[in-house]
């Protein structure tokens, strides 16, 4: 395995912590706090925010050696893995137009990063 297609796999890696912190910010949205300032300072939105921070750090880390032409290619599979989460955490239901979506974003990074 090359050093481009590692790091291309640590922006991956990057995406689903990324995608995850949106997840546990969605939690955080759908309980009942007593008061603002508790619904915004709250276990669930610090480590969700920690994580967005160490997802930038990595995305930013892994640029430095992989083309950035695949940035976008690889940031589209959040909506996959958040799709994903949500049906796993939620559930959420994935339905036909959403499962295609899905597919043509995985397909398309797959011709992108191949080719």
């Known amino acids: 395995m090359s050093n481009q297609t590692l790091l291309l796999l640590v922006m991956v ?11 546990l910010l969605k939690a955080s949205a759908n309980k009942k706090y007593k008061n603002k300032i508790r ?22 880390y892994a640029l430095r050696y992989v083309p950035l032409s695949y940035a976008p ?9 958040i799709a994903i989460m949500g049906a796993l955490f939620f559930k959420e239901k ?22």
């Open 13 to 23: 890696a990057s995406v689903l912590v990324s995608s995850f912190s949106q997840v």
């Open 39 to 60: 619904e915004y300072l709250n276990p669930l939105v610090f480590v969700a925010y920690v994580f967005f921070f160490a997802s930038t750090l990595i995305t930013v």
């Open 73 to 81: 290619v690889v940031e589209a599979l959040g909506f996959v893995f």
């Open 94 to 115: 994935i339905h036909g137009k959403k499962l295609i979506g899905m597919l043509l974003i995985v397909i398309g990074m797959l011709i992108v990063t191949v080719l």
